[in-house]
Antibody, heavy 130, light 109 residues
Framework: EVQLVQSGAEVTKPGESLKISCKGS????????IGWVRQMPGKGLEWMGI????????KYSPSFEGQVSISVDKSISTAYLQWNSLKASDTAIYFC????????????????????????WGQGTLVTVS | SYVLTQPPSVSVAPGQTAKITCGGN??????VHWYQQKPGQAPVLVVY???VRPSGIPERFSGSNSGNTATLIITWVEAGDEADYYC????????????FGGGSTLTVL
């Protein structure tokens, strides 16, 4: 079965560090980017950033750059979202999602990525900071 | 940064057609994706590339995109369609950024 399975709920204190995970299975993990999306209590979806398991390339939302760290270990098909110092305002559900893409090598030798929709989501990880 | 505007709520009677809009500057030249999120569950992709249904999504779900408005259309609405719906695009104006609309709650009367 193709799925993303996230780590369990966490209850932490302000100032603590935390790393949550998202493990892919049933598909070639390096053929898709993985994105992270925040949902604060009673609110909408906010895109945080994405990571490419093939080379660990990351792209962050300006709203979250410097606030979190996104990483990946392709050897175990797992992506991570990490905080060094949590705040009460980080209390939210965090979803990971799979992201299909198209890669085009430009005439300058750089790679341009065309991103599609987030086609599969993890079950979410509730992080409570209190 | 690019902004997507959705109505907070849409109400429709069972069997009727629901239309959920997503407004954005020249959104018609972008590719729009739609997600359904039921309470306590993860989002599910219901329409991608403006109007394409993923495998397993009923034909009742469709989409359109033109000008400054994209629309998710749900025909023959059922009670089980009650959920929050989010539109999403990729914005290249400031790097590659995913942008979500604020979400619309569909209520089946």
């Amino acid at each position: 079965e193709v799925q993303l399975v996230q780590s369990g709920a966490e209850v932490t204190k302000p100032g603590e560090s935390l790393k949550i995970s998202c493990k892919g299975s049933g598909y070639n993990f390096t053929n898709y980017w993985i994105g992270w999306v925040r949902q604060m209590p009673g609110k909408g979806l906010e895109w945080m950033g994405i990571v490419y398991p093939g080379d660990s390339d990351t792209k962050y939302s300006p709203s979250f750059e410097g606030q979190v760290s996104i990483s990946v270990d392709k050897s175990i098909s797992t992506a991570y979202l990490q905080w060094n110092s949590l705040k009460a305002s980080d209390t939210a559900i965090y979803f990971c999602a799979r992201l299909p893409f198209t890669a085009v090598t430009t005439i300058y030798g750089s790679t341009w990525y065309g991103f599609d929709a987030f086609d599969m989501w993890g079950q979410g990880t509730l992080v409570t900071v209190s | 940064s690019y902004v997507l505007t959705q109505p907070p709520s849409v109400s429709v009677a069972p069997g009727q057609t629901a239309k959920i809009t997503c407004g954005g500057n020249d959104i018609g030249i972008k590719t729009v994706h739609w997600y359904q999120q039921k309470p306590g569950q993860a989002p599910v992709l219901v329409v991608y590339d403006d109007s394409v249904r993923p495998s397993g999504i009923p034909e009742r779900f469709s989409g359109s995109n033109s000008g400054n408005t994209a629309t998710l259309i749900i025909t023959w609405v059922e009670a089980g369609d009650e959920a929050d719906y989010y539109c999403q695009v990729w914005d290249s104006s400031s790097g590659r950024q995913a942008v979500f609309g604020g979400g619309s709650t569909l209520t089946v009367l």
